[in-house]
């Protein structure tokens, strides 16, 4: 059974930053995988996908310009850079992956495999 797992949560203040990585426990080669979080008491949410193939990246509207997502194929593992974070952006954070997805998907729904989470804290 494959599992991805997230890491590089924590607290921070607003304004700063954040690093999240994301590698599958087993070998395991998706060329769709991306971000999600969850905040309490909201559904999950599309944060940033990218293409394992050629890296082509996918944002929501809130993340664009603020948050980056990358990969590094030959470690198998994805990140996500988080700027000048608010605390609006206080959720846990999700890996997800899947196969025979087109890359770019924003449906939770289309991934299969999922991380347990990290959680990021940003205070006032």
């Not at 890296?55 to 929501?60: F, G, N, P, V």
Request: glycine residues 12%; contains cysteine; aromatic residues 12%.
């Amino acid at each position: 059974q494959v599992h991805v797992v997230e890491s590089g949560g924590g607290s921070v203040q607003a304004g700063g930053s954040l690093r999240l990585t994301c590698a599958p426990t087993r070998a395991f080669f998706s060329d769709a995988t991306g971000w999600f979080r969850q905040a309490p008491g909201r559904d999950r949410e599309f944060v940033a996908a990218i293409s394992r193939r050629d890296s082509s990246t996918y944002y929501a509207d809130f993340a664009e310009g603020r948050f980056t997502i990358s990969r590094d194929n030959a470690k198998n593992t994805m990140y996500l850079q988080m700027d000048n974070l608010q605390p609006t952006a206080t959720a846990v954070y999700h890996c997800a992956a899947a196969l025979g997805l087109r890359p770019g998907g924003r449906a939770a729904s289309g991934y299969a495999y999922w991380g347990q989470g990290t959680r990021v804290t940003v205070s006032s």
